[in-house]
């Protein structure tokens, strides 16, 4: 009985009864007020018209909605996450099952052909991670596999200094950049602030750092391959 007490009292369910209560009387007194000014008009309609316009002054004023949308948390963000993407339009293809260190993991294709995972680990699971491997196209990877050691120090630095510029989290693989598939990473706490807006906002975040990687491979590689035709 007590536990029953504490929830009909906590700040959540007073702010319902709070909202409610403005809702229909205010609805009510605009209703009687159109009654008195016309008795022809429909008493139902202008009590509807008056919730609507009492809704929307709750709103305005508290900047809460009157039907709360379920927060986001480690129980249903797998169910959030596909609903999400789905509205988002992007291609999915779930990893069924997912990987034994994962509860969920999908990779979404993005319309430029970026692929962008999302999962969430068993060893951090009060997290969502996005990952965005970057491989440079194949061309770009014949080209530096023939830099010399120097050349090669040089695209790292280069590629590391445009994503500090950026900063955007990545993972460096060994011999780098030899070995070029570097991933960009992003993890993002599950908690109320886990909205279909902010996800979008991370899988945008995850998506630029691919592009940038890609853009400092070629503009990088473009440069030492002109250098070093022009070398005697």
């Known amino acids: 009985m007590d536990g029953l007490l504490r929830d009909l009292t906590s700040d959540f369910v007073w702010q319902i009864v709070w ?4 809702i229909i009387g205010s609805a009510g007194i605009f209703a009687e007020l159109r009654r008195r000014a016309s008795r022809h008009i429909d008493t139902f309609r202008n009590a509807a018209i008056g919730a609507a316009c009492a809704a929307v002054l709750v709103v305005t004023i508290t900047g ?9 948390t480690p129980d249903n963000v797998e169910e959030n996450v596909s609903r999400w993407v789905e509205d ?7 990893t069924v099952p997912p990987p034994a260190n ?14 962008v995972y999302v999962s969430r680990y068993k060893a951090l699971d009060k997290y969502i991670q996005f990952r965005g491997p970057v491989a440079p196209a194949k061309d770009i990877s014949t080209e530096v596999a023939k830099f010399t050691d120097e050349q090669k120090e040089r695209l790292a630095a280069f590629v590391l200094l445009e994503l500090s510029r950026a900063k955007i989290g990545f993972n460096l693989p060994p011999n780098f950049p030899a070995n070029g598939n570097l991933t960009i990473l992003k993890a993002v706490p599950i908690t109320s602030g886990l909205t279909k807006d902010s996800f979008a906002g991370y899988l945008d975040d995850v998506d630029a750092g691919v592009g940038v990687t890609q853009f400092a491979f ?3 590689e473009d440069i030492e391959r002109k250098e070093k035709a022009t070398t005697p």
Do not use: S
């Not at 809460?64 to 986001?72: A, C, G, K």
């Not at 994962?102 to 979404?108: H, Q, S």
């Open 19 to 22: 909202k409610v209560i403005v």
């Open 102 to 115: 994962a509860y969920f993991e999908i990779a979404l294709t993005l319309p430029n052909t970026h692929v």
């Open 64 to 72: 809460v909605p009157v039907i709360h949308q379920p927060e986001t």
């Open 218 to 220: 070629v503009f990088q």
């Open 88 to 94: 988002l339009g992007v291609t999915v293809r779930k």
